[in-house]
């Protein structure tokens, strides 16, 4: 019987213990938000992209999750959720501060093979002198973001005077 309340008490400290860590991580990062297709995930993250919203954003990358920048060397991948958040937070920083917060991205031509999405899409922002072009690969698997190839960046954008 004294094992049997052991055993028990045991369980109970470390399913306590589970929970706080669990919500600990959700306090740093939302918990990961699968889409029912691949289509879906990239409607989500343009979205989520298009209202800054970085705890959207950050739901739908897993801990392997890479970017690929242009520029092709090393330092143009960003590996990793802690990477990806910090690239987004600066992203979503207001223009005045040195982010793109009110850019808006449009898709103009999407092509999916297999579980990645190709997006040609057109970014207008009041703050930029021209509409930005660029396209995107988006790499999916089980709802989830995985990997993006972007040429966002190259050229570099056209800001208003």
């Not at 055993?7 to 400290?13: D, G, N, P, R, S």
């Not at 306090?27 to 938000?33: A, G, I, N, R």
Request: proline letters at 7%.
């Amino acid at each position: 019987m004294r094992r049997i309340v052991l055993l028990v008490a045991t369980i109970a400290v470390l399913t306590g213990s589970a929970a706080q860590i669990v919500r600990a991580q959700e306090h740093e990062d939302p918990q990961l938000k699968r889409q029912p297709t691949p289509a879906a995930v990239v409607k989500e993250h343009l979205d989520a992209l298009n209202h800054c919203d970085v705890n959207r954003l950050m739901a739908q990358y897993p801990d392997s999750v890479h970017l690929f920048l242009p520029g092709g060397s090393a330092p143009n991948v960003v590996i990793g959720r802690t990477a990806v958040r910090a690239l987004f937070e600066g992203f979503c920083k207001p223009h005045a501060q040195g982010g793109l917060n009110g850019i808006k991205f449009t898709s103009q031509v999407v092509q999916q093979v297999g579980d990645t999405i190709n997006v040609q899409w057109v970014a207008n922002a009041p703050f930029l002198a021209e509409p930005y072009y660029g396209a995107d690969a988006y790499v999916t698997k089980h709802g989830l973001m995985y990997a993006q190839v972007t040429t966002f960046g190259a050229p570099p954008l056209k800001f208003k005077p």
